[in-house]
């Protein structure tokens, strides 16, 4: 039998995620967005939260709200800075089993290549 769906409003937030996000700006006046992308560095790096920035975007570790509400963040700057429009790719991934960082995650991998030498 199908369990009952609850109301939202009785359903938490998870309390850790890892989100890995690629703000695209468009319209701006050159195909170049490293002005941007400095922008959202600056911001995340006052965020207190941990990140990480890479060639196609940033993950970034925290409490689900504290995350969600960050990226935000990010949109509302880049607005302020005159970027009329932003379309974001957001990966999340969250777990119950253990407590686990980005960090982990590439160490046990790089871990696993070690052994192949």
């Not at 369990?3 to 009785?10: D, E, G, K, L, R």
């Not at 989100?19 to 967005?33: E, M, N, Q, R, Y």
């Not at 941990?50 to 925290?62: C, D, F, N, P, Q």
Request: net charge neutral.
């Amino acid at each position: 039998m199908a369990q009952p769906v609850p109301h939202p409003s009785a359903l938490p937030t998870p309390p850790a995620c890892t989100a890995d996000f690629c703000l695209i700006p468009l319209g701006t006046p050159t195909a170049s967005v490293s002005n941007e992308v400095a922008a959202v560095q600056r911001l995340l790096a006052k965020s207190g939260l941990k990140y990480s920035m890479h060639s196609a975007g940033t993950t970034v570790e925290g409490s689900w709200d504290d995350v969600m509400r960050l990226i935000g963040q990010c949109h509302a700057m880049l607005h302020q800075n005159g970027v009329v429009r932003i379309q974001s790719d957001i990966r999340i991934g969250t777990r119950t089993d253990k407590k686990q960082s980005f960090d982990d995650k590439v160490s046990k991998v790089q871990a696993l290549l070690e052994q192949d030498k």
